[in-house]
């Protein structure tokens, strides 16, 4: 029996809708030139790069100044554009919890997104949030898996897992998860019905 389901943040709950539009207009540069910059540097910041330490590469590659007031500025925005969740994935995050089961979300996700959950209108939406710059591991590093798993303290056949990545899906397998990929909320809800975790 399924008695946790831990959902992918970016790609599976937000769609990540103008992380690279809004802060480009915000600047004032060429979205497909800062989007380079804003992807060639995102898994260091997902493991642990300080604010200073991502941002600075990509104001400097546009043509900006990379001031601390720049920098906090871009910072706050990616992480408030990283947690707009849909509503459907509200509904279904609400749904599993209804259902009895546990609800966590594990995200490659820098600090300042950790930092933002604070003040989130979706933190209480999940019993527990693993962020990778904190936890200090990224997907599909199995000991993120792991380190969930010992956390939740259930056996890992107990726990499902949505992602929209295959190679994090992958890991989750290689953990012992019950692990499906992403395609869209719809398929979501029929594959969690499928395990019994949501009736039909």
Known sequence: MI????FDLGGVLASGEGVTSEPARLLGVDEERFAELYWAGRRA???GA???EYWTPILEGVGKPAAVETVQQLARLDADLWLRIRPEA???VADVREAGRTVAVLSNAPFNLDHALLDSDFADAADYWFISASMGVLKPDLATYLRATEVIDLAPYEIAFIDDVPDNVAGAER???VA???VSDTDTRAWLQEIDVLGD
Request: charged content about 30%.
């Open 175 to 177: 953990a012992g998860w």
């Open 90 to 92: 509200r509904r279904l």
């Open 3 to 6: 008695r946790a389901v831990v």
């Open 180 to 182: 499906h990929l992403w």
């Open 50 to 52: 300080s604010d200073r």
């Open 45 to 47: 910041y997902d493991a």
